[in-house]
């Protein structure tokens, strides 16, 4: 008997958040700000204590198109590094970058949803060198000296808490790039964490 009310409050709590969650619906825009942590997506166990967390702001501006779906386009200011091998040598080099993308978002529930981005990505800053097994006078190029960087941002966010019209985000974030080097990692993970508000 405990089970069966247990369950029958779960199942109220949660139609009871259907109601209290964002409503998608033709023409209406909403904004979402906040802050971006990133990170190489790079295995290598002796570079591992330069393998830190980056921080960054975004900003997220979605066009609802119907109940299920919407266009979305992304600005993200931050930093990224980028790891590249020869042999058993590593060298890295971090940059800043203004990273912009434009894709679509489909909303599986009013709380949970998943994007897909097509994003281009742009050097906004000095270069450092972050990690390197070579000697001083070597000249390894990465990713972090091109000018402009392109690739897919794939998504996937959920709403955690809501206020009247605004409502706590938190969204996964994954970065696949097409212009790496040859074996370079400049792929990279992100976690946003941000404030949903409508615009229109």
């Known amino acids: 008997?405990?089970?069966?009310?247990?369950s029958i409050l779960a199942?109220?709590?949660?139609?009871?958040?259907?109601?209290?969650a964002y409503a998608p619906q033709e023409g209406q825009v909403a904004a979402q700000l906040g802050a971006l942590m990133t990170q190489t997506d790079f295995n290598n166990s002796h570079v591992a204590r330069d393998?830190?967390?980056?921080?960054?702001?975004?900003?997220i501006i979605t066009g609802d198109i119907d109940p299920k779906s919407s266009l979305e386009i992304s600005f993200f200011?931050?930093?990224?590094?980028?790891?590249?091998?020869?042999?058993?040598?590593?060298?890295?080099q971090k940059t800043a970058l203004i990273h912009i993308a434009m894709g679509y978002r489909w909303w599986h529930h009013p709380k949970y949803s998943t994007s897909l981005s097509f994003f281009s990505a742009y050097a906004n800053g000095n270069i450092q060198n972050v990690y390197s097994d070579f000697a001083s006078n070597t000249e390894i190029k990465t990713s972090a000296q091109d000018d402009v960087e392109y690739g897919f941002d794939f998504a996937a966010q959920a709403e955690v808490y809501e206020f009247k019209n605004y409502a706590f985000i938190v969204e996964t974030r994954y970065a696949?790039?097409?212009t790496n080097k040859t074996e370079e990692s400049g792929n990279h993970l992100g976690l946003f964490l941000g404030i949903r508000f409508p615009v229109q």
């Open 1 to 6: 008997m405990t089970n069966t009310k247990s």
């Open 176 to 178: 696949l790039s097409l």
């Open 77 to 92: 200011n931050l930093y990224k590094s980028y790891y590249r091998k020869q042999g058993n040598q590593v060298f890295g």
């Open 11 to 20: 199942l109220f709590l949660f139609a009871s958040l259907r109601v209290f």
């Open 51 to 59: 393998r830190r967390f980056e921080g960054g702001t975004g900003l």
